[in-house]
């Protein structure tokens, strides 16, 4: 997938979701870097320019609840550099046919 955005880009709309899922449980600024183990200057810096470090962050969705779909970034497998035959190939399954 094409991306016209730029990372600090991406970073902003990430600190947007996050601090509207905030709004959304009614939280201050306070008491999510409270709930969540970090500093509050660090969450506020966050919200405002998407800056924050990546164990910070996880911190942020474990406790938002969206661990399971941070998990599932990069799971798909790399298609680049494969031919159209190997992307469409099917996979061979192992397994006993159905007895009667």
């Not at 998990?71 to 006993?96: C, H, N």
């Amino acid at each position: 997938m094409l991306s016209l955005k730029s990372a600090p880009e991406v970073a902003l709309e990430l600190a947007a979701r996050v601090r509207g899922r905030r709004l959304q449980r009614g939280w201050t600024q306070a008491e999510i870097s409270r709930r969540a183990g970090i500093r509050e200057p660090t969450y506020v810096v966050f919200e405002r320019t998407g800056k924050i470090s990546l164990i910070r962050l996880l911190k942020i969705f474990d406790l938002l609840g969206l661990m399971e779909s941070f998990d599932q970034i990069a799971r798909e497998p790399d298609l680049a550099g494969m031919t159209l035959e190997q992307v469409t190939k099917p996979t061979r399954q192992r397994g006993s046919s159905p007895r009667s």
